[in-house]
């Protein structure tokens, strides 16, 4: 169980362009969503926290028109790296929790590595 | 002071040996405690959580928590080279938010 995807692994793109990403919880309901971004040898860095129905939270320092958050569904978020250039160049990982209280953990997709041109 | 503070390493063990990692928090009213385990290029794993004080055991891994002294460690029993990785230490603080430490990089020496 706890099982999270995200789609696609993997995309390289020219820069100025837009990049979606998904993230799915496969087998439980997320309440909560979280995006993160890590650069090579770097620790994870939070961008945003998002809660179904509601717009999402972003933390400092993260520009929340360049990066587009959507959490319509409690298996589905998605986020959109408007006009990407090459120091978006990262890998992008989603997580998810249930928000029960006895599934207090966060359980990670795959992650994304977006690549600009 | 950071919410949850861990050893960056590198701690390197031989196979076999125990692998012992810390962690450290700053929030008295801390709740939950997590390690998670990330191998180069991929993303956290979870490998262990734990709520109360004491030791909690799966396999060759314990977590033990002293939310008295404010810190939480995992042993790796019978180090193997496969277990070398970055670990993670995560903690939900009041408030329910949720904490990464930096993370801790071990490499088993075969």
Known sequence: GAVVSQHPSWVICKSGTSVKIECRSLDFQATTMFWYRQFPKQSLMLMATSNEGSKAT?????????????????TLSTLTVTSAHP?????????ARSGLPE??????????RLTVL | QKEVEQNSGPLSVPEGAIASLNCTYSDRVSQSFFWYRQYSGKSPEL?????????????????QLNKASQYVSLLIRDSQPSDS????????????QFYFGTGTSLTVIP
């Open chain 1, 103 to 112: 599934y207090n953990e966060q359980f990670f997709g795959p992650g994304t």
């Open chain 2, 47 to 63: 490998i262990m959580s734990i709520y109360s004080n004491g030791d909690k055991e799966d396999g060759r891994f314990t977590a």
């Open chain 1, 58 to 74: 972003y933390e400092q320092g993260v520009e929340k028109d360049k990066f587009l958050i959507n959490h319509a569904s409690l």
């Open chain 1, 87 to 95: 120091e978006d160049s990262s890998f992008y990982i989603c997580s």
């Open chain 2, 85 to 96: 990785a970055t670990y993670l230490c995560a903690v939900t603080l009041s408030g329910n």
